[in-house]
């Protein structure tokens, strides 16, 4: 036998594998979304946060040359009175005194920023090159600037990459050893001419920008570049040299992207990178703040993660498997046991002692199969009884037929009899009695019409006007449309008979009903009014409860008089569902003070005849 062919023939075997694949296959989908799901995540917040981080990098670097660049401006201030160092380019005047303000002015801009290790002035029309280092000031004649100062066409002011500090050409005492610089050059013009009179020159030191740059990323992890126009290293990580000019492929993205701010991916599928990147766009720079993340210190942190999502996971799955096995043999060992019982019933045993407990769908089915075996044992003596039975059935039915037959008969014969007296009125009255004991003591369970329902409440009132005279009148409101309505039998009547019983004194008082029935929306509202005594508030709450607990199901407590109104409900709810309902009212309205009572029967008015 094959082995799907095993499964086929074992109920056990078919439960077992669909559980597993059942089990299995979610499961082993969950570990694999779940841990790709987590490394994405863990990707995406690694590069925002490291965005934010570059970005706040980007705007301190800004933040430090903008001061830097504001104070290459103070050769303007006060423009107008006096020889300030503006003046003195203009006029390119060399006297003592200009000299004075000349050292005085680059001496404020070299203590303007901390890290200003020197400022260096070009006077244009004077021809000569003053140099400020460490509070000591050195000049020299130079009739154009210093070779190592260079503008664009375009730009007044310029940011020149790290680089070696210098002297500008003015080799005087003392001597000041070189170390590494980033220099903002500065045109000085002629307003509104825009003739150049002379250039300025601040070499910041290094520190600065390495101190930002370097609590940006982590060395051991990362690595971070500050890249000039060109592509030229302004600060590196460890083991990189300043100045010289980055060749890498994502080099040449971060030069063609238009964005200010980016991420993007480099490298092989072995050993990608992520990078981030923001650009410090001025008016005097360009360059490109890049930070890179391999890929493999952004999904460090989720191993561990992942690793222990798949261990609990697959602890589950296993637990699982072993549930489903467990639950397989629980549920089929019932099942064979039972499968044993049959084919000893098969056999002939039909004594067999069924052992098998439990509520469940199979303690159920062997409990039927219990039980039916004892019928299948009884069952001729049973059957004799019941043919016994029935023939006594059909006698009670014919006995049940025959008797409300001899009372028409024997009410048509009265009504004759009195017609041949000449008592047209008793013969009338007789015909009302026979047609109502007709409509009340039919054994058909069908629903009859509001129609029939008026027709016998009519007759029930004209015996009754017949013996209250002129002490009773009734009122009939019935839309011709309701009039077709399909409702269970004997509704209206018990409602009529009730305010009788209650709302009327014969003895001296008069009473008059109304009965209408009409359509509203689409329900069927039946009322009965009359003008009695009312109830009182007690009375009428406690009635109120009875129809409630009718409206739950719940079991009848209210063995009184107004059992009929519940019994009605109880119809109503058999035949129309939880949409029907009985509503009392005391209008109040009568002249006699009376409060009067509305019974409102309310059913759904789309069974039409």
């Known amino acids: ?146 070779e190592g100062v260079r503008f664009t066409e375009d730009r007044n002011v310029t940011i020149q990459a790290a680089h070696m500090s210098h002297e500008y050409g003015i080799h005087t005492n003392p001597y000041y050893p070189p170390e590494e610089v980033i220099t903002i050059h500065r045109r000085i013009i002629r307003i509104p001419s825009y003739k150049q009179i002379g250039t300025i020159s601040i070499d910041l030191k290094k520190d600065v920008v390495d101190s930002i740059c370097s609590q940006l990323y982590d060395p051991g992890k990362e690595q971070l570049y500050l890249l000039s126009e060109d592509g030229s290293i302004v600060y590196g990580p460890r083991g990189t040299e300043s100045g010289i000019i980055l060749d890498e492929p994502w080099v040449k993205k971060l030069t063609d992207a238009e964005g200010p701010s980016g991420t993007g991916r480099t490298g092989s599928s072995s050993t990608s990178s992520w990078y981030v990147y923001e650009k410090l766009n001025t008016s005097y720079m360009n360059w490109t703040l890049v930070k890179l993340i391999p890929q493999s210190v952004l999904t460090e942190s989720t191993r561990q993660v992942t690793f222990v999502n798949t261990v609990i996971l697959t602890i589950f799955l296993l637990a699982a498997i072993a549930a489903a096995v467990y639950v397989s043999f629980r549920i089929t060992r019932p099942m064979k046991h039972l ?195 009312g109830m009182t508030e007690r009375r009428l709450d406690q009635v109120r409860e009875a129809l409630r607990i009718a409206r739950m199901n719940e079991h009848e407590q209210w063995l009184d008089e107004h059992i009929g109104l519940v019994n009605v409900m109880t119809r109503m709810r058999l035949y129309s569902g939880p949409e029907a309902d009985i509503t009392l009212e005391q209008p109040g309205k009568y002249e006699k003070g009376t409060g009067g009572l509305r019974v409102t029967l309310q059913l759904p008015g789309s069974k039409e005849e």
């Open 339 to 533: 499968i044993r019982y049959i084919n000893q019933v098969q056999t002939g045993d039909l004594d067999v002692d069924i052992r098998i407990q439990g509520t469940d769908e199979i303690g159920m089915l062997a409990g039927k199969f219990r039980k039916m075996m004892e019928t299948i044992n009884n069952l001729i003596l049973r059957e004799y009884r019941l043919q016994l039975a029935s023939k006594s059935n059909q006698l009670r039915a014919l006995q049940a037929q025959i008797q409300p037959h001899f009372l028409y008969n024997a009410l048509q014969s009265i009504g004759t009899l009195a017609l041949q007296h000449q008592a047209p009125k008793v013969y009338t009255l007789i015909a009302q009695l026979a047609k109502m004991m007709r409509y009340s003591m039919s054994t058909s369970d069908q629903p009859v019409t509001v129609h029939d329902e008026i027709e016998h409440v009519r007759a029930y009132l004209a015996l009754q006007q017949q013996r209250f005279g002129d002490k009773l009148t009734v009122h009939y409101d019935i839309q011709d449309r309701a009039a077709a309505v399909k409702v269970p039998r004997m509704l209206v009547q018990p409602l009529v008979e009730n305010a009788f019983k209650h709302g009327f004194d014969p003895a001296g008082g008069r009473i008059h009903i109304i009965i209408q029935a009409r359509i509203i929306g689409d329900l069927l509202r039946l009322s009965v009014e009359d003008d009695g005594p």
């Open 1 to 146: 036998m094959g082995l799907l062919e095993w499964i086929k023939r074992s109920l056990r075997t078919k439960l077992i594998v669909f559980l597993i694949i059942a089990i299995a296959i979610p499961m082993l989908l969950s570990i694999y979304l779940t841990n790709s799901r987590t490394t994405e995540i863990v990707t995406e917040d690694a590069l925002q946060q490291a965005s934010n981080l570059v970005f706040q990098g980007k705007t301190n670097l800004i933040h430090y040359f903008d001061v830097t660049n504001q104070a290459s401006l103070l050769p303007y201030n006060d423009t107008k009175f006096g020889d300030t160092l503006y003046r003195i380019l203009e006029r390119g005047k060399t006297d003592y005194l200009s000299e004075e303000e000349i050292y005085r002015t680059i001496q404020s801009i070299s203590r303007s920023v901390r890290e200003i290790r020197q400022v260096y002035l070009h006077a244009q029309m004077a021809g000569k090159g003053y140099l400020i280092i460490q509070g000591n000031l050195k000049k020299a004649e130079q009739s154009a600037p210093h």
